[in-house]
């Protein structure tokens, strides 16, 4: 069945150090891509997607794309910013599941000043 | 506000009573979701509902859980016979229609569930 992988955390860094978060996928079909942030105390919010191969999703600063050939969706930002604190989650969703979406575990990230 | 609204946001009870769960998704949406989110297990597809058609239901742990979505909008998640390995945050999401890729899933912030 489909599945997300990524990376463990929690990841510490410090202020407008470059940031990765690494996410692969195993799914039968073609899915869409997705990064959820939750903040603490919040709900999880859509943070960017990509529904096809070879796009680029962006918002707030991050960007990743979807690359097919080794089935990742890594999550970058060039300077990272003490307000990015958060737990992010990959995701992916596909016709074949219903269009539910399937989570990675999440990985926590700190920003120190 | 317009968001996803879930009450209660906080629920204790005894081991071996049932709960109730209800989530009001954002007016419109056809599509709702239920997930739970337990420490160390990520979040954990529950339920799906979309318009009209039969709710998917494959993700539900056991016999001892069930949702309906009543009038095609609010929705309810109950839990029966409650275990301490049921307490986790439960979040319901909506979206305009199905197919994440072309319709953003908007979650509520959650009802968060302790069973003692």
């Known amino acids: 069945g489909d599945s997300v992988t990524q990376m463990e955390g929690p990841v510490t860094l410090s202020e407008e150090a470059f940031l990765t978060i690494n996410c692969t996928y195993t799914a039968t079909g073609y899915p869409s891509l997705f990064w959820y942030v939750q903040y603490p105390g919040e709900g999880l919010q859509l943070l960017l997607k990509a529904t096809k191969a070879d796009d680029k999703g962006s918002n707030k600063g991050f960007e990743a794309t979807y690359r097919k050939e080794t089935t990742s969706f890594h999550l970058e930002k060039g300077s990272v910013q003490v307000s990015d604190s958060a737990v992010y989650f990959c995701?992916?969703?596909?016709?074949?599941?219903?269009?539910?979406?399937?989570f990675g575990k999440g990985t926590s990230l700190l920003v120190t000043p | 506000g317009a968001g996803v609204s879930q009450s209660p946001s906080n629920k204790v009870t005894e081991k071996g009573k049932d709960v109730e769960l209800r989530c009001d998704p954002i007016?419109?949406?056809?599509?709702l979701y239920w997930y739970r989110q337990s420490l160390g297990q990520g979040l954990e597809f529950l339920i799906y509902?979309?318009?009209?058609?039969?709710?998917?239901k494959s993700g539900l742990p056991s016999d001892r859980f069930s949702a309906e979505r009543t009038g095609g909008s609010v929705s309810t998640l109950t839990i029966q016979r409650t275990q301490q390995e049921d307490s986790a945050v439960y979040l319901c999401?909506?979206?305009?229609?199905?197919?994440?890729?072309?319709?953003?899933?908007?979650f509520g912030e959650g009802s968060w569930l302790t069973v003692v």
């Open positions: 509902f979309q318009g009209n058609s039969a709710p998917d």
């Open positions: 995701a992916l969703s596909e016709s074949s599941s219903g269009y539910a979406l399937n």
């Open positions: 999401a909506s979206s305009l229609g199905p197919g994440a890729g072309g319709n953003t899933i908007y």
């Open positions: 007016s419109g949406h056809t599509a």
